[in-house]
T-cell receptor, first 108, second 115 residues
Framework: DAKTTQPPSMDCAEGRAANLPCNHSTISGNEYVYWYRQIHSQGPQYIIHGLKNNETNEMASLIITEDRKSSTLILPHATLRDTAVYYCIGRSQGNLIFGKGTKLSVKP | EADIYQTPRYLVIGTGKKITLECSQTMGHDKMYWYQQDPGMELHLIHYSYGVNSTEKGDLSSESTVSRIRTEHFPLTLESARPSHTSQYLC??????????????FGSGTQLSVL
């Protein structure tokens, strides 16, 4: 099982990079790190996932430390529409666990 | 884009009524899930299914039941609604191919209010 720890909230200025950290010290060697976000009252949306190497897609970049005990989600140029709760996903008995996440507020 | 639909979007109902929340997906995904979420709180997994005729209970105990008669359809039923069932219910689906493919697609949710 992989438990995750994230700061409850963060602020970011519009146009700047948002760096969201996550600790997952209990992650096992073959478990992927997944990130989702949830914009107010909507269903969560997949952002990115990775195993060992850093990953980048059109939404974000994911940096995973070499020991895999933590990762950082990077939104390179945050916009107001990126205001949401960001979840670094843990795992319990094979199922994905959404913790409380980090509430990111992007401010003009 | 994801094609997973939940109806109704909002439901206000009296105590004791039987309700069914609908969830359908057109992606041919084998695995489907129901999560429950109170405002500002975590999502809790209440039911999931690996495919037709498969249903499993999640981490959070729930008085609701589910069925999976068709791949694309995963309805959730409450036999007798109570105010404690007031919550948002989120349906999701994913491929069944190990962790590398465990990308969940969520519906827009059903906001249930039991008076």
């Amino acid at each position: 099982d992989a438990k995750t720890t994230q700061p409850p909230s963060m602020d970011c200025a519009e146009g700047r990079a948002a760096n969201l950290p996550c600790n997952h010290s209990t992650i096992s060697g073959n478990e992927y790190v997944y990130w989702y976000r949830q914009i107010h009252s909507q269903g969560p949306q997949y952002i990115i996932h990775g195993l060992k190497n850093n990953e980048t897609n059109e939404m974000a970049s994911l940096i995973i430390t070499e020991d895999r005990k933590s990762s950082t989600l990077i939104l390179p140029h945050a916009t107001l529409r990126d205001t949401a709760v960001y979840y670094c996903i843990g795992r319990s008995q094979g199922n994905l666990i959404f913790g409380k996440g980090t509430k990111l507020s992007v401010k003009p | 884009e994801a094609d997973i639909y939940q109806t109704p979007r909002y439901l206000v109902i009296g105590t004791g009524k039987k309700i069914t929340l609908e969830c359908s997906q057109t992606m041919g995904h084998d695995k489907m899930y129901w999560y429950q979420q109170d405002p500002g709180m975590e999502l809790h997994l209440i039911h999931y299914s690996y495919g037709v005729n498969s249903t499993e209970k999640g981490d959070l105990s729930s008085e609701s039941t589910v069925s999976r008669i068709r791949t694309e359809h995963f309805p959730l039923t409450l036999e007798s609604a109570r105010p404690s069932h007031t919550s948002q219910y989120l349906c999701a689906s994913s491929e069944l191919g190990g962790e590398a493919n465990e990308k969940l697609f969520f519906g827009s949710g059903t906001q249930l209010s039991v008076l």
